[in-house]
């Protein structure tokens, strides 16, 4: 069964300081993975989309890294800002052939504060 | 970017009653559009697949009888919530892939319609 595990579950930081969110897989055959911020009540933002061969990307203050191998990313956050309050989710497509299937994580809750 | 519009962006209606969302790809046209479901404080649910001009793909344990999709054009898709009732009350997203991307490109979400059943 494909899954998406994301930690931690919350995180609480100050502005100005850097955090790491965390997300392993097991989605096969995987096709590209995906990091989104929602803002509460909101749809969700695309940060990145990384593919198989893609080891780091970045957006901005927002930096993620994928390893295929170990089936891990991290999303980055630099000099955190109160506007980065959010969930952050992670989703991994599998390429079913003809098309592709996303299975979500279920997120991270992260609050910056002064 | 490429936008999605979803309307309502909020709804309260009757237990019993029926509710109509919009989901509109503003600016691409998708053949393929996404419904999903959002309880508070947990990620998105995929409900079904909207493909323009055919039936919607149901995932396993949504009724579509219950929840009706039409996708009559390559930029509008709408999924109505039949009898209501509190239990359905949800955040409801849709999103969309351009159709001229691959499959693996860049899906757009709207910004949700909060459903409340009184």
């Known amino acids: 069964k494909n899954q998406v595990e994301q930690s931690p579950q919350s995180l609480i930081i100050l502005e100005g300081k850097n955090c790491t969110l965390q997300?392993?897989?097991?989605?096969?055959?995987?096709?590209?993975l995906r990091w989104y911020k929602q803002d509460t009540g909101r749809g969700p933002v695309s940060l990145t989309i990384?593919?198989?061969?893609?080891n780091t990307k970045s957006n901005g203050r927002y930096t993620a890294t994928l390893d295929a191998d170990t089936k891990q990313s991290s999303l980055h956050i630099t000099a955190s800002q109160l506007s980065d309050s959010a969930s952050y989710i992670c989703?991994?497509?599998?390429?079913?052939?003809?098309?592709?299937?996303?299975?979500f994580g279920t997120g991270t809750r992260l609050q910056v504060t002064l | 970017g490429a936008v999605v519009s979803q309307h309502p962006s909020w709804v309260i209606c009757k237990s019993g009653t029926s509710v109509k969302i919009e989901c509109r790809s503003l600016?691409?046209?998708?053949?393929?559009m996404f419904w999903y479901r959002q309880f508070p404080k947990q990620s998105l649910m995929l409900m079904a697949t909207?493909?323009?001009?055919?039936?919607?793909?149901?995932e396993q344990g949504v009724e579509k009888d219950k929840f009706l999709i039409n996708h009559a054009s390559l930029t509008l898709s709408t999924l109505t919530v039949t009898s209501a009732h509190p239990e359905d009350s949800s955040f409801y997203i849709c999103?969309?892939?351009?159709?001229?991307?691959?499959?693996?490109?860049?899906?757009?979400f709207g910004e949700g319609s909060r459903l409340t059943v009184l």
């Open positions: 999103s969309a892939r351009d159709r001229r991307g691959p499959n693996t490109g860049e899906l757009f």
């Open positions: 997300c392993n897989y097991t989605v096969s055959p995987f096709s590209n």
């Open positions: 990384m593919t198989f061969s893609e």
């Open positions: 989703v991994v497509s599998a390429d079913t052939g003809t098309a592709s299937k996303l299975t």
């Open positions: 600016d691409f046209q998708a053949t393929t």
């Open positions: 909207s493909n323009e001009g055919s039936k919607a793909t149901y």
